[in-house]
């Protein structure tokens, strides 16, 4: 080590020219780049690194002239001999220990005093990678049969795959992991011995562990915190947890009954404890301690505010009463009355039309829910809601009548199944005069339909409100009309039809320091009529919009469609929609002005694809529009404030040789016609 780094210093110094006084003189890392590595990665090996290349020099200025890492700007990145040593020796390690033990690896070192510069090359030859061609298990005999059988599932390493340190060290915490969840809760790893041959070129793998003896869980009492006046059966708590008295030991089991109680909303706070035994007697249950805290009953709720429903801006007002504990149970009871008014700023304030005012787009809503939390076990709940809603778009309005039964299941630790059942009576109404078969055909008529929904989710984002890595996944399916045709539909017409919809969110964090996450969403869905359906089309509730803030923002809410203008507010039967968004938050180190927090505020460049079709069989690539544009975001607990300029990028509706932004002038067309979209949350 010491020739390596004298040889790195003799190399500056006999390329530079004596300074005066003998001041260092300090080199930016101009390039570093890596040849010959074929099997690992560029990125893989700078993951191992302290020395990283300079930034550019735009990023520099802007660090030095606020002397802070805002706005992109990045500090210069300096050569040091010593810091490169000890890289130089940990891509030595990184590569041994990725199974390639002949890996050779030297180093290129190119010194531009002209420009203050070092260019630095990392020269590799791979080699033989050496696999795995023998595991040992040791420790393992006069195990259960079910604990044997979980510990040969989900393997991290298996005979002929390549040696990997790291995944060495992930089998050993799968099998402490699975040890402890059964038990085994002084299980002790003795060691883990990886043996390389000569004579194979492979490694031979032995684990050695001792598992100790095998607890039980013991009394399981619940505390309730004294300071709340609400109190709650204790059976309730005890329901609701995955384990009892006498069960094997698991802290697995604890993490998911926490989960458990706190998903019932009725609890401020929840934490299991353990009141560990002696473990040098010969007890072998360990008693558990569950602390609760409830939060109040009652409460009533009046609501004033702004939401993004049907990816628009909506001014919410309303008033709730809910009850946590109805009838005992933990059982949930709400009654809303909400009111929306939706792009206020083109409603006609003096127009006495009411409901035929054809700029007034509202939503009127009455909903009772009763959401019973224990439904055949802890991880089902099951639901009935009634609701009365008017709904006032600019060509319609539609009051109806709903009844709806659901329930949900956690059917793992990140997904969820959800099937509900709804009951619809409505009587859509055009606000325009037309005849009745024009209105019919538009499906304008008294109807009772029925639809049963089942969707199933898989969410690994980090985070709800403001996620940066991880995935959600979504697929339903809905069928409608089975009920009415099978027990009778009030001799009022219905819709048969299937529907599907697909959702998917990815979220990306490349420096992991949450400056610049990159969020991109694909969304479609179709639905069909079948049979010989009464009604020659889905109902309005039912179909798909697209266009506003939530999809495809250069277009306002419910106006894109290939379908004549007239009728895109009816929606359609087929959607297809995707987002990229690039969220930077440059000024996470400015600190606060006033009331204003500078960490707050981030900006997203974003790009929109997507198109709505009156039927799946119609849907065409050349059809889809296409939108970009940035938008403001301010940071607060219920998620981002958001501002958005949306501006069409690909227009199918105009002609052929107007639909592309690079076809138009950019300041007095594609600028001038702008769509500014506000919103609550994130897009998605």
Same mark, same amino acid.
């Given at each position: ?20 006084? +003998? ?6 890392? /101009? ?176 684990? !050695? ?22 109190? !709650? ?21 604890? !993490?998911?009954?926490?989960? #458990? ?114 439904? %055949? ?61 024009? #209105?019919?055909?538009? /499906? ?118 290939? %379908? ?7 929606? +359609?039967?087929?959607?297809?929609? /995707? ?59 219920? +998620?981002? !404030? ?38 609550? +949350?994130?897009?998605?």
């Amino acid at each position: 080590m010491q020739k390596f780094i004298l040889t790195i210093l003799l190399s500056i110094l006999c390329s530079v020219p004596v300074v005066a006084q +003998g001041a260092a003189q300090k080199y930016e890392v /101009g390039q570093l780049r890596f040849e010959g590595n074929e099997t690992l990665n560029d990125d893989q090996l700078l993951n191992v690194m302290n020395t990283r290349e300079t930034p550019w020099v735009v990023w520099k200025w802007i660090y030095h002239r606020f002397d802070k890492e805002i706005l992109g700007g990045q500090k210069p990145e300096y050569f040091d001999p010593i810091t490169f040593s000890a890289d130089f020796h940990q891509v030595k390690r990184f590569y041994k220990d990725n199974g390639f033990v002949h890996s050779q690896i030297d180093t290129s070192i190119s010194v531009r005093p002209e420009k203050e510069m070092v260019f630095l090359t990392f020269l590799i030859q791979e080699g033989r990678r050496s696999l795995i061609d023998t595991i040992v298990y040791q420790g393992f005999e006069n195990l259960p049969p079910d604990v044997m059988n979980e510990l040969t599932l989900n393997k991290q390493i298996e005979v002929g795959q390549p040696y990997i340190q790291n995944k060495v060290e992930e089998e050993s915490r799968r099998i402490i992991k699975v040890f402890a969840n059964n038990g085994y809760v002084n299980v002790k790893l003795v060691t883990v011995d990886a043996r390389h041959y000569a004579s194979t070129d492979n490694f031979t793998l032995v684990f !050695i562990f001792n598992p100790g003896r095998r607890y039980t869980f013991g009394i399981i009492s619940v505390e309730q915190d004294t300071t709340s006046p609400q109190r !709650i059966d204790s059976t309730i708590v005890l329901r609701h947890l995955d384990f009892t008295k006498g069960e094997y030991y698991g802290e697995q089991k604890k !993490i998911e009954s926490e989960r #458990n109680l706190n998903r019932l909303g009725v609890f401020e706070a929840t934490k299991i404890e353990n009141a560990l035994p002696d473990t040098l007697s010969e007890v072998t249950n360990i008693p558990v301690r569950v602390f609760v805290r409830t939060r109040p009953f009652q409460e009533l709720t009046p609501e004033i505010g702004v939401n993004d429903e049907n990816n628009a801006f909506n001014i919410l007002l309303g008033i709730g009463y809910n009850h946590r504990n109805f009838f005992g149970g933990a059982r949930n009871f709400s009654i809303r009355l909400r009111l929306n008014l939706q792009s206020i700023q083109y409603l006609s304030l003096f127009n006495t039309a009411a409901l035929r005012d054809s700029s007034l787009v509202s939503r009127a809503e009455l909903t009772m829910q009763v959401i019973q939390p224990y439904f %055949m076990n802890n991880k089902t709940s099951a639901s009935a809601a009634f609701s009365a809603m008017l709904d006032k778009q600019t060509t319609y309005y539609n009051p109806s009548l709903s009844f709806r039964l659901g329930t949900q299941s956690q059917t793992a630790t990140y997904t969820k199944l959800f099937i509900d059942w709804n009951i619809q009576l409505s009587d859509p109404k055009n606000v325009a005069t037309q005849k009745d078969t024009i #209105n019919q055909a538009l /499906g304008f008529i008294k109807q009772f339909n029925s639809f049963v929904t089942i969707t199933l989710q898989r969410d690994k984002r980090n985070d709800i409100f403001y996620p940066s890595a991880g995935f959600f996944q979504s697929i339903s399916v809905e069928e409608g009309g089975f009920f009415p045709r099978t027990f009778g539909s009030m001799h009022l017409p219905y819709s048969q039809y299937v529907k599907l919809y697909l959702d998917g969110q990815w979220y990306l964090d490349p420096s992991k320091k949450r400056d610049l996450i990159w969020a991109m969403r694909a969304q479609a869905g179709a639905a069909l009529l079948y049979g010989d359906s009464p009604l020659k089309d889905i109902p309005l509730s039912q179909r798909f919009y697209s266009g506003g803030s939530g999809d495809v923002r250069g277009w306002r809410a419910r106006t894109l469609g290939v %379908m004549p203008d007239s009728l895109r507010n009816l929606g +359609g039967d087929a959607m297809l929609e /995707g987002t990229i968004e690039a969220r930077w938050s440059p000024l996470n180190e400015a600190g606060t002005f006033w009331f204003l927090d500078f960490k707050k505020i981030s900006f997203v460049f974003f790009y929109d694809f997507g198109n709505l079709w009156t039927q799946p069989q119609k849907m065409g690539l050349s059809e889809i529009a296409m939108a970009f544009g940035l938008g403001l975001r301010y940071n607060t607990i219920a +998620g981002p !404030i958001r501002i958005d300029f949306g501006m069409k990028l690909y227009d199918p509706d105009v002609p052929a040789t107007r639909r592309w932004v690079t076809q138009k002038g950019f300041f007095p067309e594609t600028c001038k016609n702008g769509i500014l979209q506000l919103g609550i +949350g994130h897009t998605f």
